[in-house]
Structure formats: C-alpha cells, structure tokens
C-alpha cells in the first residue's frame, strides 16, 4: 500500500516535469488507473443518490483524484497536460460517473477568472515561473495565480516563501507548516490553514496536533502570546515577550528558531491579508473548490456554465457604467500628486495651510473614531501625525494605553532588522530586502489607462500610511500628503485589510480606485501586504534586539 | 620617539590629558563632535543637543541647545558636526530632512543660525569643509547631496546620486574640491564640488548598504569605508580604478569608522547592531582587533579622536545615554589573550602544526612520534617592523607526515568502490564484503561481514565445517561445532580492542593461542608491528575455516530456508563483541538478557586492555536451534555504533544498507540520517560521485533520498545566440531555432549531449567522438580546435 501510494505520488509529481514525454508517460499511467477504478465501481454511482456523501473508500478515494484531475485541467501551466485531464473527465463522464465541477470563479472572487489566467498566456516570463512553481509544488496556487500580474514580484515572493518552508533553516518542516497554520488561523483565513494543514500532514506532522493548540507541544504553545500580539497589536511587543519563548527551560526556543517563526508569523499573517484582499478562492482540489452536484441542482448554475464569466460581463457593464459617473477619478488624483509635487517644491506648506487641511480631513473622514485630542496640540509634525484617522485605530487608544511612536530613523529595517535577521537566518534577510524593495519599487508608470505617470508619492503614502496605522512614524513624511491622497473608500479598504483582513467585502474592492485595473489593485494589495509585514518584523526584531543588549 | 615630539609640538603647551571617564546623558546619543582645540564635545541624538566641557576628570555640562517649550523635529539630529576652523559654528542634521546651523556665539538663548529645508527626506550627514569656513556639504535620504554656501539662504549646488539614500558625505583632508559619498546600494562616488552634473567616478564597494566612509589623514589616497557586509575595507584612490588594498572582516556591520591620528595604519569603528564595542584595528593585521574598548552597555552611534594629533583620547557616544572618554592606555589588547596556533591537513593527509614556541619546547624531549613519522620544527621568523605594534610572536611549526599505509585513506576508497550493497542475495553481499576487506587487509572488518552472514542468514548449513574447525582449534572444550566456531571468531574479535597483551584470563587462557589481533584501522598504529607476525598467522589460520565453510554453504544453498536457527552460543559471544568496552555494565545486561546464559557455565573472561578497559564475558549456554534473527539487532546496532564512533561510519553505513529491514527499524532515523550524511560527505571528499549517489539512492531516509532532488537544474544558453534557454524544451525562445543540435548530424539532441567549452558546439556524444578522431576541428566549421579527452 505504501509502494502503491508513493507510486501515485510519484506520478503526480512528474506532471511537473519539463520534459513532455515524461508527463505523457505520467499522465498515461494516471488515466489508466482511473479507469481501472471507475470500471470497477462503474454502474454504482448512478444510482447512489449523493456520491460524496455515501461514498465508501474506493468512490472518495476516486473523487479525489478526480477533484485532482480537475484542478489540473484548468491550473496546470502545461497545455498537454490540461487537454489531457479534460478528455479524461470527459471519458470518466460518459462511464455514468459524476465528475465534478469548480465552484466559485476562479481564483478570486474579485477579478475575473479570464482576466487572470490569460495573464499566463501574454508574458512568457509569467508562464515560466508558474512552471517553475507548479514543478516545485505540484500545484499552481491560487495566490500565485493573482500574483502573476506582477510576475517579478511573483518570482521573488516564491523564492522567499520557499526558502522559509523548503530550504535549510533552524526549525523542522512541520513545524514551518503548523507557525504557518497558527498564524493564518489568526485572521480565520480557512485557505491558508487548509493548503497547509495538507503540506503538514505531508511532511509527517501528528495530526493530533491540529485539533488545536491545546494538542502541540508546549513549544509552539508558547508562541501562541507572541502570534496574537504581532498580529493584532505588534506595538505591545516587549522584551519580556521574548524573555519568556527563550527562556522556558526544556520548551525553550532559540534565538535562530525564533526569527525563523517571527519571520514565518508575520509572513502568513500578512499573506492572510493579501487572500482576504483579493477575495482568493479555495483551491479547486480541496473543500469547498468544487462540487459533484449536477449543475441543474445548483444555484450556481448559470455562472458555473460559463465559469465565472457570466460574472464577468455582469461586472464589466456595472463597471462601464460606473466609469461614465466616476471618470475624472483619476485625473483628480494625478493634479492633486502634481500639485503637491509643486507646492513642496515651493516650500513647506504654512503652519495655517496644514491647519485647514486637516480640518478638512477630519470631517471627512469618518474613521476618526477616538482621535483623543492630546492635552496640548504638539508640534506641527507631531499633531499631524497624532490626528491622522489611522492612528484611532480601535485597540491602539480605546485602552488608553500609552504606546510611544516607533520612530523609523532609530529602528529601521535596513540598517537594523536586516542585520539581525541575516545574522540569526543566514540568507533571510537578503531574500526579504529583495522582497520589500520589489514590493516598493515596483511601477510601471502607469495609472489607470495613463501612462508615464510617476507613482512613487502615491506608493509611499500608502506604504506610509499601513505604518502609521502600526505607529511607525517616519520623521521625514509629511502626512498631510496621505490625506491628499488615499481617499476615504481607499482608506477603508486598506483599513480592513490591515486591521482586520477576514472582513474584507468584495464592495470594499470594488468602491475603491474605481477606474483602475485589476492588475493596479492587485499591486495595492501586494504593497499592502510588505509594508505590513515589514511594520510587524520591525515590532518583532526591535524587541528581539532589546532583548539581547 | 619622533613621533612623539611631533604630537607635542602639534599639541602646543596644552597637551591634553585625562583619564577614561563617563558622564550619563538624558537620552541616546546618535552622534558626537568635538571642537577644534579639543576641549568641548557636542552630543545629539533624538532628544538630547548639548555641549559638554572635557575637564581633567570629569565631563561637565556647558550648554544645552535645545531650547524651547515644545522642540521642533529640526532638534532631532541624525548627525551633529564642529567646524574645525571656526570655533562658534556647529552643523546638524535632523531626521525630518532639515539642514541646521547654529552659532554660539549669539547672545540669545536660542543659538539657531540658518535652517534648509531643501531636503525631502531624513539627512544623514552633514560635513564642513575642512578649510573653508563657509562651505557645508549634505548627504540625504533621498539620493541627493546638497552644498550649502552659509552666506546665503539656500543650497548653491545639487549632487544627484542616481539611486536611492546618501548615507555618509566627507570631503577629503587634502584635495580642496573633491569629496567622497556613499550609497544605500553599495557604492562609494567621487565628486568634485564644481562639477555638479556628474561624479568623477563611482565604484562598489559593498554588497548592500556603505554606512560610513572617511579619508585618511595624511594619506591622500586612502579612503576607508564600512558596510552593513560587516567589512571595513580600504581603497586606495590614486590609480585609476580604486583599488582595494586591506580589508577588514568584522562580526557585525560597521557603523563608523574613523582613521586614528599620528598612526598610519590605524582605524577605529564600532557597528550598528548587537555588538557594542569600539575597536582599533591595524589593516595589516586584519583577524584580532589591536584594541578595544568595552565600556558600552548598548550600541555604539558616535566615535571621535579628541584631538587631530593626538592618537591616545577617544571619544564616543552610546544608546545607553552615556558619553565616554577612552584612553588608549586603557584598552583591552585582545591579542594578549589570544593562543596564537594554527592546524591544518595537507593534501596527503600530512598535518601541519603551529604554536607558540614557548608551548612546544616545553615538550621538546618528547619521544618521537609514534609510527616512525618524523617530525621537525621549522622555525620562520618575520622581520620585526617597527611601526607595527603588535605583540610579536615566534612560533614554532611542525609538520607531522603520514606515513604512507597507516593515514592513507587508500581502503576507504578501495572499499568505497569494491563493495556491493545490492543487486545479491544478502549472504552473496557479505560474502563479497568481506573478501574486499580481506584482500585491503583489514581482517576486523572481514570477520564482522561474515558474522552478520551468519547471524542473520541461515545458519544450518554451518555446521558441516564444524569438524574440520575444531580440528584447528583443539584446546577448545568441544560444545558442539557452532560454539566451536563461534568461540573462535567472537574473542579473535574482542582481542581486537584489547590487544591481546595484558590478558588477565581465567578459563580459557589458552584461547589466546586462538586469537587474533589486530588493529582497528583508527587505532594508532605503535602496536602493529609488535603483534603483526602473530596476528596474520593465526587470523589467516581462522579465515581459512571460514572459507571452507562458504564453500560447503553454496553447495548447500536449500538449507538456507530455515531462517533464525542460529545457534545460541553466537549471541553472547556476537553480544561482547560489539559492546562498547567502555561500559562494564553492559555486562549485567547483557546476562540478564540471555536466559539461559544464567543456568549454564557461563564463563567470564576479564581483560584489562591497554587503553580500554572492559570486562568482557563469555558464556558458552547450551545449543538452542532456533534464535530469531531480531534478537541479534541489539548487538548489530551496538557494533554500527562502534564502528560510527571509531571512525569507520563507512562500515556503519554499508551495514545499515546491505542488512536493510532487518536492522532498520533499530537505530533513529537521526542517528541513521547522520551516518549517512557523513560517509556521503566523505564520498563526495574523495570524488567518489557513482559510489556516493548508490548510497543516496540506497538510503532509507527521506532526508537523504532527497538529496538526489536538488539542485537538478542545468542552465544551458543557447548555442545560436549565446542567451540563457528558458526552460521550455529544444527550442531557443528568442531565436526560435533548435538550439541544441548535433553538430555532426544537424540532428537534435536528446540524450547525452557533448560540447567543447570553448566554442560551445557539441552534439552526440557518439558522432563528437568519431569526428574528433579524424579531424582536429570543431565539426560547425567555427574553426576552433576541439579537444575531447
């Protein structure tokens, strides 16, 4: 049974060769089998009423491969291999069993399926990392899929995630997976806690493990503190924090282990906001991707047919109609960038100026929920930075607690976090500057349907704008900038995403930039994520360095 | 002593003087600087700017800048500069991109001079010209440096990096327009200060961030930089390309670096995370600090000599919040606590050896090494150089050669090679295992693949060459043919570690004539020539027998159905074998776990070895026919272990493949992952690439077999036109052309594929061959001369 199964696995596996002939071979030997089993079992499920639901052993076992061989036909980067699975589920239906079909509109809810997957097909660059990654994983995950309209951010976010799960490192794989699983759970982010619930088991993790915390040893118990506060409350972080996971005698971490899980939590908490943020779907192969109820029977029915595209012309007129009421959108914002542009270039706007503007702001804006007027207005900086809406974040003043601003220009990722990490997680850190200086940097000049757009203010006052949510504070950022620019539609979104990604709303997406492309949402949504992760790394590594001096 | 009298007459009649000395301050330091005469230091930092007196003893408070109810960012410094010219003129740099100056002159409280605003984002350093009094240089967050002429109220001249983030800005000390910038990215800039256009020249010098970079004093050329790489490197800025001349590798990365006055080859720094120190160092002398100081409890942000002349006062400033004065007679010298020797392996496994002379001659009169290997000192003395002040030490080398049978690692490669872990019958394997150890002289290891035949195979078929055994070894007491054998083999083993000499034997003393030494091939190898004649004599004498009894076994081949009937006695003698001597407990044990060992003669053998000490038992319990193969498996894991801990883990891992199942289960996964990691390392040491991936492919571990999964990526460029293939196949993406097509044949290749690296056509391996053998050319007709070898 044990040849048997790592027989399969190994022909699943060489589905990812590079090598027609081999994926031939592999996908040969895969039909056949398949068909031996439906043969076999072939005139029973006509007649079981609810297959998935009855099913003994053979028949799930069989829907399994067969919920498999459905992913592929429509996730697999190689053509032959997709036309393959299709003829097969064709033959598999014509024996009278039911095959099953995908739920949902591919990968996102929010963008089109088409939209996405021609990307593949226009950027060879794109196709050969998704190549690359479904030959690394055997799959081609929805995330990746969103991903691939910034195909060099892709490629670096792969590495990256890869190095932390596959490559050499101070903690045992699964331990990788159940950090992973813990902090995604931490946002209720079912997709990721299930893609890795696989990958744990995979790697021989106990399953008793995932009954919750309660059930892992009482290392990664101890982790469970540290997980909450950097994904909630990242400022509350102490060196006390740290004391306590290194110090726990026989359960105590080290310090390698620890930036190892640091780097993964905040990793998978910021990836949770990225899913939330692009309303990724389950995967097809597993719970919840697809259902072998005939599609007469489902309320999905007419934009299962189509496969999500029946949505898409749905949304294509909505949007062609909200482009004539909000045109103009964007051009807004580009006069605005430009007049901010020129005014600095001026001189500094006047103490009254910043003044009204923030009267303005605060009117507006209905975010200011507890923007508890300090006792006195501080310095103009200091106030500017003290009014933004961000900063009445709910559980950083609603307690009262008295949190010092984190000032980047004494603790700041590429002088400080960098080295720290590189010294404990050799290589780490290099991966990560590369990730969040592609994250930063990337641009293609363009804004909605202009071009030769300079974005650069635009990038740093919403990277600016995630850290000051988190309470970083660059001294040298006028943050009149940010209310100039993110208007309130984009402030919730980012808000939620951020704060509390699980309530993203596929409204939220849709009311914000309105005139923009996927593709541009897309990359919001990836400096979200970074900006993010670097607020909680920052949080993390500065009490890991208290620690140690 | 010159060198001396120079600093005085730099220093005037006021030679400063002091002691090591702190003061706390009210908030992190981020930067210092002292004024020109050397009486008073600047501090700034975030939340602290004031001016302290540098008295004899103490530090005294003379001024605090920061003034005002509520103080503006403009007060929150990054960087904080004393004009050396003009004593009332300081600079700083604020972390909200304004350039400050203040005058101290001013009668008001408020000391502010002239405020730019032109930077957008945080300024990292700001710097004054070394002899104009007007002329400040800034370097900032957003790529640009800036010239401020202090006459007038905004910049005169614009420098545009090109990139992302000035991180340190210095004018040079002796050429009046040119200055050095270095850059977030990794490079160092060169401009002239009425060129604003262009830089005059730009190289790397790190990977990742320059932190800091400072001119040499005297030296025009030098430019001294530091970087988040944790390198201190020195570039020598008068050739035409910057030329690295020392480099200093330090364990964290470099903050600041400052040249030390009236010492050419001196530099201080101190680094930016995790360690707190400031060292000196002396280029030359790039692996041990000269010296340091050790007086900070958190990072250190600021170092400054106090005087331009004086090399002995160093100042520096820390995030704990506190200002030092360090004397440099107060230093930690780190290299008086460093043994200076030095070990190192030659290519024929000759060793090198070097201490301190004083170490070595202590032990002079040592007999020579053992084993003949000769042995001689060789003493290289370095002429002294008197600028250097390191401690000299003369050390003593010595090289050790190997003679050429004991440390030569001829077997394990010959073993490597000759043995089969599969592919036969597991009786075929050992079998074949242990003539390639006979035939390589090592008899230990021979006896141990028989044994593992016999306990783990069908041991039936053993009792026909009973007879003729105990013929040989008549003084035994006759038990039956299998205790005969047994005996025999089990002490010739367990002499091997005991050497045989100093036996204090009860009963069967006369076994000693049986028994046969030799030596573990770690061993040292003293004692071979003693006990050789003896040993090859009477174990010859026992692997005949053995032998025989293959031969007898083949013919025989159908018994080998009857599994685990091996005779009782093999287990407790099997057992003493592979315990670990080192361990006199085991013995209980191992009593305690042969049941009958206990109602039988059991008979006890002390040995009192020369360097191990064991007490080994023997027990001769009655015949009992059937003995599952599993109860050897404590004792085979004891011998893996023995042999992975002598050395040998090439036995230990042959073993583990060749029993496979049968002992699998027995030993960790760790312990097996770590036995198999090692002895691949040491294939893959040997160039033995077939051998090590067999193991790979063989191994059990999942850790291991994956190993056979990385890095299974070949980067090929297309041969048309020279750029790397995407990974799709035969055909080149850009050219749209085959691109690996055999040279010979214009066909595609699919399979082995060979190509000259020089120009890089290739094709069958087959039709590359057969060309090459007629013609000299490359077969494309590029006209270059291919070699196939």
């Known amino acids: ?549 | 002593m010159e060198k001396m009298s120079r600093v005085t007459t730099a220093l005037g009649s006021s030679a400063i003087s002091g002691r090591t000395m702190f003061c706390h301050l009210d908030a992190p330091a981020n930067a210092i600087s002292v004024c020109r005469d050397a009486t008073q230091v600047v501090v700034a930092g975030r939340n602290i700017f004031k001016i302290y007196g540098l008295e004899e003893e103490q530090f005294v408070e003379k001024l605090n800048l920061r003034v005002g109810r509520k103080p503006s960012l403009n007060f929150s410094c990054a960087d904080v500069m004393w004009h050396q010219m003009e004593e009332n003129l300081l600079a700083t740099a604020a972390t909200n991109g304004a350039v400050v100056t203040w005058n101290l002159g001013k009668p008001s409280r408020n000391k502010q001079d002239q405020l730019f605003t032109e930077h957008k984002r945080t300024v990292n350093k700001v710097c004054f010209h070394p002899t104009e009094v007007y002329m400040l240089l800034s370097g900032s967050q957003d790529g640009y440096m800036k010239c401020f002429d202090l006459r007038k109220k905004e910049s005169v001249s614009t420098f545009s990096g090109q990139s992302e983030s000035v991180r340190d800005v210095q004018f040079s000390m002796k050429d009046y327009f040119t200055f050095a910038a270095s850059f977030e990215n990794g490079n160092v800039q060169l401009w002239d200060i009425r060129r604003p256009d262009r830089y005059e020249r730009m190289f790397t010098a790190h990977t990742g961030p320059v932190f800091c970079c400072d001119w040499h004093p005297d030296d025009r050329g030098w430019l001294a930089t530091g970087g988040r790489d944790k390198m201190v490197k020195v570039w020598d800025m008068t050739t035409n390309r910057a030329k690295e001349i020392y480099c200093v590798q330090t364990i964290a990365s470099v903050a600041r670096v400052k040249w030390r006055p009236e010492r050419k080859w001196h530099l201080a720094t101190c680094s930016m995370m995790v360690d707190h120190n400031i060292y000196v160092w002396d280029i030359r002398r790039p692996f041990i600090p000269f010296a340091t100081f050790e007086e900070h409890k958190d990072v250190t942000t600021g170092i400054v000599w106090r005087h331009q002349h004086d090399p002995y006062f160093l100042l520096s400033g820390s995030k704990d919040s506190t200002l030092y004065q360090h004397m440099f007679k107060d230093a930690s010298r780190p290299v008086d606590r460093a043994n200076p020797e030095g070990l190192c392996f030659g290519l024929f496994g000759d060793l090198a050896f070097a201490a301190k002379e004083s170490l070595i001659s202590g032990d002079a009169n040592r007999k020579p090494y053992p084993g003949g290997d000769r042995r001689y000192p060789i003493f290289f003395f370095k002429k002294p150089d008197l600028t250097e002040q390191f401690a000299h030490v003369s050390s003593a080398l010595s090289v050790f050669e190997s003679s050429l049978e004991s440390k030569r690692m001829d077997w394990f490669v010959k073993t490597a090679r000759l043995y089969l872990l599969s592919g036969k019958s597991f009786a075929e394997l050992c079998d074949h295992n242990a003539k390639v150890a006979k035939e390589l002289n090592r008899p230990q290891v021979s006896t141990t693949w028989t044994m593992l035949r016999i306990m783990f195979s069908d041991p039936a078929n053993l009792s026909t060459p009973g007879p003729n055994h105990i013929g040989k070894l008549g003084t035994l007491p006759l038990m039956n043919s299998f205790s005969m054998k047994e005996m025999g083999m089990g002490t010739e083993s367990r002499l091997d570690r005991s050497k045989g000499e100093s036996r204090q034997d009860n009963i069967h003393l006369e076994l000693g004539n049986s028994l046969i030494n030799n030596i573990c091939p770690t061993a040292e190898n003293e004692e071979t020539e003693g006990s050789e004649g003896q040993a090859e004599y009477m174990f010859g004498d026992a692997e005949l027998d053995d032998d025989d009894l293959y031969s007898m076994e083949h013919d025989n081949q159908a018994a080998e159905e009857q599994e685990y009937t091996l005779p009782q006695e093999a287990f407790p003698l099997r057992h003493e074998i592979m315990d670990n001597p080192l361990a006199p407990e085991h013995l209980q044990q191992d009593k305690a776990d042969s049941p009958q060992a206990s109602g039988n003669e059991a008979e006890v053998m002390c040995l009192t070895p020369i360097e191990s000490f064991s007490l080994i038992s023997i027990s001769q319990p009655l015949f009992s026919p059937h003995l599952p193969a599993p109860f050897f498996c404590p004792v085979v894991r004891e011998m893996l272990s023995h042999y992975a801990e002598q050395g040998d883990v090439q036995m230990a891992v042959s073993v583990l493949i060749v029993l496979g199942d049968r002992i699998r289960k027995e030993i960790d996964d760790l312990t097996q992952e770590h036995w198999y990691m090692s002895y691949i390392d040491l294939l893959q040491r040997f160039e033995l690439w077939n051998v090590s991936n067999e193991v790979i492919k063989l191994s059990t571990c999942s850790a291991i077999t994956c190993l056979n999964q990385t890095s299974t990526t070949l980067h090929v460029n297309c041969s048309n036109c020279k750029r790397p293939m995407s990974n799709r196949g035969w055909i080149c993406d850009r050219c749209h052309q085959c691109a690996s097509v055999c040279a010979v044949c214009h066909h595609v290749v699919k399979g082995l594929f060979v190509w000259c690296q020089g120009c890089s056509h290739g094709g069958h391996l087959e039709h590359v061959k057969n060309w090459l053998k007629s013609s000299s050319h490359c077969p494309a007709g590029c006209g270059h001369l291919c070699e196939y070898t």
């Open chain 1, 1 to 549: 049974m044990d040849i048997q199964d790592q027989d399969a696995t190994a022909r699943w596996e060489a589905l990812g060769s590079r090598d027609p002939r081999s994926r031939g071979t592999a996908m040969e030997h895969i039909s056949q089998e398949v068909m031996q089993r439906v043969e076999s079992i072939g005139p029973i499920p006509a007649t079981v009423p609810s297959p998935v639901a009855t099913a003994g052993h053979p028949t799930s076992d069989l829907n399994d491969i067969l919920a498999r061989l459905l992913m592929l036909s429509k996730r697999c980067p190689f053509d032959d291999v997709r036309e393959r699975c299709v003829w097969l589920l064709q033959n598999v239906q014509d024996f009278g069993v039911r095959i099953p079909r995908p739920l949902g509109n591919g990968p996102s809810r929010f963008i089109p399926e088409k939209e996405i997957l021609q990307v593949s097909k226009v950027d060879p660059r794109t196709q050969s990392i998704f190549e690359d990654a479904f030959a690394a994983l055997g799959r081609l995950d929805n995330i990746s899929l969103v991903m691939g309209f910034h195909p060099q951010y892709l490629e670096s976010f792969l590495r990256t995630q890869h190095y932390l799960l596959q490559m050499d490192g101070p903690l045992s794989l699964h331990y990788r997976h159940y950090i992973g699983i813990m902090a995604a759970a931490r946002h209720q982010c079912s997709y990721l806690v299930n893609l890795h619930v696989n990958d744990f088991l995979q790697v021989g993790g106990d399953s008793k493990w995932l009954n919750g915390l309660d059930g892992a040893p009482q290392k990664l118990q101890a982790l469970g503190e540290l997980n909450k506060i950097l994904a909630h409350r990242p400022w509350l972080l102490t060196k006390a924090h740290i004391e306590h996971l290194l110090k726990a005698e026989e359960h105590s971490w080290s310090l390698a282990e620890l930036i190892h899980a640091v780097v993964l939590l905040t990793h998978y908490h910021s990836l949770a906001s990225f899913t939330f943020g692009c309303g990724i779907t389950p995967e097809i192969h597993s719970d919840g991707g697809h259902t072998f109820r005939p599609p007469s029977l489902s309320q999905y029915c007419v934009c299962d047919i189509a496969n999500g595209n029946g949505h898409g012309h749905l949304e294509e007129r909505r949007g062609n109609h909200q482009v004539s009421e909000v045109s103009g959108e964007v051009e807004v914002l580009m006069e605005r960038m430009k007049q901010l542009q020129e005014c600095r270039d001026e001189e500094e706007a006047s103490q009254e100026e910043m003044a009204t503007r923030f009267e303005r702001e605060k009117t507006e804006s209905m975010l200011v929920a507890t923007a508890e007027d300090e006792e006195c207005v501080p310095s103009r900086d200091v106030s500017r930075h003290f009014e933004d809406p961000s900063y009445g974040y709910k559980d950083f003043s609603r307690r009262g607690e008295h949190v010092p601003t984190f000032r980047v220009q004494d603790y700041s990722w590429e002088d400080h976090g960098y080295s720290l990490v590189n010294r404990l997680y050799p290589d780490v850190g290099q991966l990560l500057d590369e990730k969040f200086q592609m994250a930063y940097n990337l641009t293609y000049n363009t804004m909605a349907m202009h071009k030769d757009v300079d974005t650069t203010m635009l990038r740093r006052a919403i990277w600016n704008y995630i850290h000051c949510m988190f309470g970083i504070r660059y001294d040298d950022y006028d943050y009149g900038e940010i209310n100039q620019l993110l208007d309130r539609s984009f402030k919730v979104y980012i808000k939620t995403m951020v704060c509390s990604p699980e309530k993203t709303t596929k409204r939220m997406y849709e009311s914000f930039w309105r005139q923009f492309q996927h593709s541009e949402k897309v990359h919001v949504n990836l400096l979200l994520m970074e900006a993010r992760m670097q607020a909680e790394l920052l949080y993390a590594l500065r009490a890991i360095t208290r620690y140690m001096t």
